[in-house]
């Protein structure tokens, strides 16, 4: 079975702050995909990211990067120096090699205030 | 432009109202899949389809139907809406499983409330 967990319910930051979203995985196949979904306040599922099971290589995007380290099952999001448009809730979520589903973690609401 | 289009977006009903949500995307994808979202539980599968006529069971099915006669459509039947089937649905569709074709593209969403 997969899992995928966010201990992080809701975050709040002020404008320009780092922040950091946590996201935990389990699967026991060894091919699987990571991703990051940002939901804003319109509503739509918005991809940001996807990552494969072989390619551990950090990813930087803009203000946004992401740190995959298979040794703790960890995928995390970084947001550098904050906007109020960042204010959404972030989904990470995983699908293995022969899966026929994504399976999300429960999401972290970020607010980010002025 | 590439989308998944979901109707209606909102709706209220009452209980055991039969009604359907249509999903309909332009991307020739072969796979679909319907999620239902509720706080603090994320999103979760509710059935997914991997071609025409085939379809199969999610994670939380019960009190829903669907079909697929056409790739493109792939509507949600609520046969008798109860009211914890209130949440946010989305649609969502891919190439198919397989390296590089798991991108899920998501419609917009539908919010639905039954009474």
């Known amino acids: 079975a997969q899992k995928v967990t966010q201990a992080q319910t809701e975050i709040s930051v002020v404008e320009k702050e780092d922040v950091t979203l946590d996201c935990v995985y389990e699967?026991?196949?060894?091919?699987?995909?990571l991703f990051w979904y940002k939901q804003p306040p319109s509503g739509e599922l918005v991809f940001l990211i996807r990552?494969?099971?072989?390619?551990?290589q950090n990813e930087i995007s803009g203000r946004y990067s992401w740190n995959f380290q298979k040794s703790t099952s960890s995928f995390n999001f970084t947001i550098t120096a904050s906007q109020v448009v960042d204010s959404a809730v972030y989904f990470c979520?995983?699908?293995?090699?022969?899966?026929?589903?994504?399976?999300f973690g429960t999401g972290t609401r970020l607010q980010v205030t002025l | 432009e590439a989308q998944v289009t979901q109707n209606p977006r909102y709706l209220i009903t009452v209980t055991g109202k039969k009604l359907t949500v249509t999903c309909s995307q332009n991307?020739?994808?072969?796979?679909m899949s319907w999620y239902r979202q509720d706080p603090g539980l994320g999103l979760r599968q509710i059935y997914y389809s991997m071609n025409v006529e085939v379809t199969d069971k999610g994670d939380v099915p019960e009190g829903y139907k669907v079909s697929r006669k056409e790739k493109r459509n792939f509507p949600l039947i609520l046969e008798s809406p109860s009211p914890n089937q209130t949440s946010l649905y989305f649609c969502a569709s891919s190439l198919g499983r397989g390296s590089g074709a798991n991108v899920l593209t998501f419609g917009a969403g539908s919010r639905l409330t039954v009474l």
């Open positions: 990552r494969n099971s072989f390619d551990e």
């Open positions: 991307m020739n994808h072969e796979y």
């Open positions: 699967t026991r196949d060894t091919t699987y995909y």
């Open positions: 979520a995983l699908i293995t090699g022969t899966a026929s589903k994504l399976t």
